[in-house]
């Protein structure tokens, strides 16, 4: 029988009682999901140190569960995030068919609970854990849809029960797994947040990577101490353990030795997401290729090392989580695109890989990649971990959103996000954002027909707000979040993940033979424009040949071209 060792222990009741598939199995199996829920069902009744909660509904129709391991016994939710003690959120499960996370999960909240010794170690932690997160996907059981993992024997699918991939659903929260997501978020509000995988991608001698939240994205005090302080020490500690880790290995259509960068978690991803509310985030990405009891005991052993990290640097972690909305605001502009730093020498990793090469395929008529694991090989790898801001925003004093956007409001609700309403008409003068130029993808993604490339017309005006629009101050807590949802040219912003779409279709236009006497009349009357307009017939050779596009730019610059056209129910007030 496999299982993983710990020290010898106190049992409240029969050691092999709660043995796990897992185990039975020599590492070959992980549960299904009723077992993995009545499996913490019945360690939450053995022991008084294990809380078990259903969290709001997924896709699926089922609820989503979270169990706390404290040490001070059953624990009332809203107790947690005020809790002095350190407070660590683990998710699992979001690709089911990425079980590892699963099993180390209950072997670890497991042998906490039946070890004096671990015990008395993370007194002073709450470990909160998502069994599984994707529960449709964990239901969609099959021993196929992971083509290049080696185990376990069946596992769930990627998609949801409505076939979201749920490390994209972050920000625009289309299932209902996300919103619930939110609930446990915010409920817990951890210092810490682990999301457990399985990497696809290149072949190389470590069976496990790990994928920190970018750490110029996160930024300040908080970006310096996931780079110097707790990325070091995990690599560290693993080591320690002769289990090697990697930064993830961020390659596709070439081989690590070749080099690569750092992936960038845009607030879609959930350490992305993490990050909006200045958690330190990582993910844990075994390798795919490697036997499943290697994998489940690197990931049990990594999130041992999270928990040590965290009990050794309690006080530090507590004081850059605190400090970091203070030090967005009092820079005044923030960043909402990066890019890599290219004047950056890259940062160079003794890399433990296998040699590659390409060689004729046996199944088709070309050339296919393939490592030599009889050739291994540590050698330094250039890793680029530097990134740099792209576009900047001026920090606003509030945003003000338009009544009627309820989507939206729903989202900021969902992640608490503060704001007001307006109780009778206001004036303000006030930033308005029109949309300029926009790319928007040509196949699906997400339910979605994404936009990027995004750039906005900025123009100050005075502006009547209604009873009910809503007033959302940038001096708060979920800031971060506030910037990348309401700015349209963000990554993730609210716009480009299609909220607004509606602004971008004009809903009244012109009859071109009735129009035209009423353009030669704007023309007379507006000597500027005619003026304008004569320069552009002579320097733009496309629109002097195309008679629609003269006529509508006269229209567009009329008192009949509709003002919601393009303009953006968001506004900026400074003062």
């Not at 040590?308 to 006080?315: K, V």
């Not at 890599?340 to 990649?369: A, C, D, H, W, Y």
């Not at 629009?469 to 001096?475: A, L, R």
């Not at 307009?533 to 509508?552: G, H, P, Y």
């Amino acid at each position: 029988m496999f299982v993983i060792s710990v020290a010898s222990c106190n049992q409240q009741i029969p050691s092999d009682y709660f043995i796990t598939q897992f185990e039975k199995s020599e590492g070959t199996e992980t549960p299904e999901y009723v077992d993995i829920i009545d499996y913490y069902k019945e360690l939450s009744n053995a022991y008084s140190e294990i809380s078990f909660f259903e969290m709001g509904k997924t896709d699926a129709g089922l609820p989503l569960h979270l169990i706390v391991y404290n040490t001070d016994g059953k624990t009332q939710l809203n107790s947690i995030k005020n809790s002095k003690k350190n407070r660590v959120l683990i998710n699992n499960g979001i690709h089911p068919g990425e079980s590892d996370g699963i099993d180390a999960s209950m072997l670890l909240l497991r042998d906490i609970v039946q070890n004096d010794s671990l015990k008395n170690k993370y007194q002073n932690t709450i470990i909160s854990v998502i069994p599984i997160y994707n529960i449709g996907g964990s239901l969609n059981r099959n021993s196929h849809s992971r083509a290049n993992q080696n185990g376990p024997k069946e596992y769930g699918f990627r998609g949801n029960a409505r076939n979201f991939d749920l490390n994209r659903d972050f920000v625009k929260q289309d299932t209902k797994n996300a919103a619930s997501f939110a609930q446990i978020f915010h409920v817990i509000d951890p210092d810490v947040f682990i999301d457990n995988h399985v990497s696809n991608g290149a072949d190389y001698q470590y069976a496990i990577s790990h994928l920190f939240t970018q750490h110029n994205k996160l930024g300040g005090s908080l970006g310096k101490f996931i780079e110097t302080q707790m990325r070091p020490a995990l690599e560290s500690s693993m080591a320690i353990k002769n289990m090697p880790v990697t930064p993830y290995v961020n390659v596709w259509g070439k081989t690590p030795k070749e080099g690569w960068s750092q992936f960038y978690d845009s607030p879609r991803y959930s350490t992305g997401y993490s990050t909006l509310f200045n958690t330190l985030g990582m993910m844990v990405e075994t390798h795919m290729l490697k036997p499943y009891d290697v994998r489940v005991n690197q990931t049990y052993e990594l999130m041992f090392s999270v928990l040590d990290f965290i009990g050794d640097r309690s006080s530090d972690i507590k004081r850059v989580r605190k400090n970091a909305i203070h030090e967005i605001l009092k820079k005044k502009t923030y960043p909402i695109t990066f890019e890599i730093n290219s004047k950056k020498e890259p940062s160079m990793i003794q890399f433990r890989g296998f040699e590659g090469e390409k060689i004729p395929s046996k199944v088709t008529n070309g050339k296919r990649l393939f490592y030599d694991k009889a050739k291994p090989y540590i050698e330094p790898v250039e890793y680029v971990n530097e990134f740099r801001p792209k576009k900047e925003i001026i920090i606003p004093k509030a945003y003000i959103l338009k009544k009627g956007w309820h989507r939206v409001l729903d989202r900021l609700q969902n992640n608490n996000i503060e704001y007001s309403q307006f109780k009778s008409d206001t004036t303000f003068v006030v930033e308005t954002l029109h949309v300029a130029d926009y790319k928007t993808r040509k196949t699906a993604y997400e339910g979605h027909y994404l936009h990027y490339s995004t750039r906005i017309k900025k123009e100050f005006s005075s502006v009547t707000f209604s009873e009910g629009d809503i007033y959302i101050p940038t001096n708060q807590k979920g800031v971060r979040y506030v910037f990348e949802t309401l700015e349209p040219e963000a990554t993730d912003s609210f716009f480009n993940w299609n909220f607004f779409d509606t602004v971008l279709q004009q809903k009244e236009g012109y009859s071109s033979y009735v129009f035209e006497d009423v353009a030669e009349q704007i023309l007379k009357e507006n000597p500027s424009l005619n003026s304008i307009f004569k320069d552009k017939m002579i320097t733009d050779k496309e629109f002097s040949k195309n008679s629609r596009a003269q006529l509508d730019f006269i229209y567009k610059r009329s008192l009949y071209y509709e003002k919601a056209h393009l303009l953006l129910p968001v506004y900026k007030v400074y003062e």
